[in-house]
T-cell receptor, first 117, second 110 residues
Framework: DTGVSQDPRHKITKRGQNVTFRCDPI?????LYWYRQTLGQGPEFLTY????????KSRLLSDRFSAERPKGSFSTLEIQRTEQGDSAMYLC???????????????FGEGSRLTVL | RKEVEQDPGPFNVPEGATVAFNCTYS??????FFWYRQDCRKEPKLLMS???SGNEDGRFTAQLNRASQYISLLIRDSKLSDSATYLC???????????FGSGTRLSIRP
């Protein structure tokens, strides 16, 4: 399968614990996005990378959240000191860009569902 | 104000009906628009791009009105399989952010 893969698919943790999610994008895609989605809402933009550079972070991404894409391939999203409000589906998507401008077609992974007790 | 706003629905229409969704955007710098479809408990997938001249893909027609800053999606002869959430998406090219609306739920009944 050459699509976007995310791991783990489900994570249940206690409040205050740290969690890390991994995303492996489609190999030839240079752009990688992280979104968060809660029930009844659309995906909320968190951050995106072009290759290894993190180009933008949403104000939703508090100091407890950090994302990396060290070699321009896979990415990790870490949440420190989790809170119940962090419970959501964390979606990763990848895409290509043309002349440095992104196309609008995002290929999403199946998501990592986080439940904070 | 959200950058991309949609009527959340739900829209509940009979099979064969025509249904239309609208979406408004607040940032005039938004350059490109798309409709995505998301099935229950699945990831979003691109349905179609939206062009200023309007574009059609089978039973689906998308329109963009830059003067009024809205996008529309029309589904003709709706099928049971069209039941899903439809997400309006804008590409803010100045920041290369791709912003999703909250989605409109559509349910087609037999």
């Amino acid at each position: 399968d050459t699509g976007v893969s995310q791991d783990p698919r489900h994570k249940i943790t206690k409040r205050g614990q740290n969690v890390t999610f991994r995303c492996d994008p489609i190999s030839e895609h240079n752009r990688l996005y992280w979104y968060r989605q809660t029930l009844g809402q659309g995906p909320e933009f968190l951050t995106y990378f072009q290759n290894e550079a993190q180009l933008e972070k949403s104000r939703l991404l508090s100091d407890r959240f950090s994302a990396e894409r060290p070699k321009g391939s896979f990415s990790t999203l870490e949440i420190q000191r989790t809170e119940q409000g962090d419970s959501a589906m964390y979606l990763c998507a990848s895409s290509t860009s043309t002349s440095g401008r992104p196309t609008g077609e995002l290929f999403f992974g199946e998501g990592s569902r986080l439940t904070v007790l | 104000r959200k950058e991309v706003e949609q009527d959340p629905g739900p829209f509940n229409v009979p099979e064969g009906a025509t249904v239309a969704f609208n979406c408004t955007y607040s940032n005039s710098a938004s350059q490109s628009f798309f409709w995505y479809r998301q099935d229950c408990r699945k990831e979003p997938k691109l349905l179609m791009s939206v062009y200023s001249s309007g574009n059609e893909d089978g039973r689906f027609t998308a329109q963009l009105n830059r003067a009024s800053q809205y996008i529309s999606l029309l589904i003709r002869d709706s099928k049971l399989s069209d039941s899903a959430t439809y997400l309006c998406v804008g590409l803010l090219s100045s920041a290369s952010k791709i912003i999703f609306g909250s989605g409109t739920r559509l349910s087609i009944r037999p």
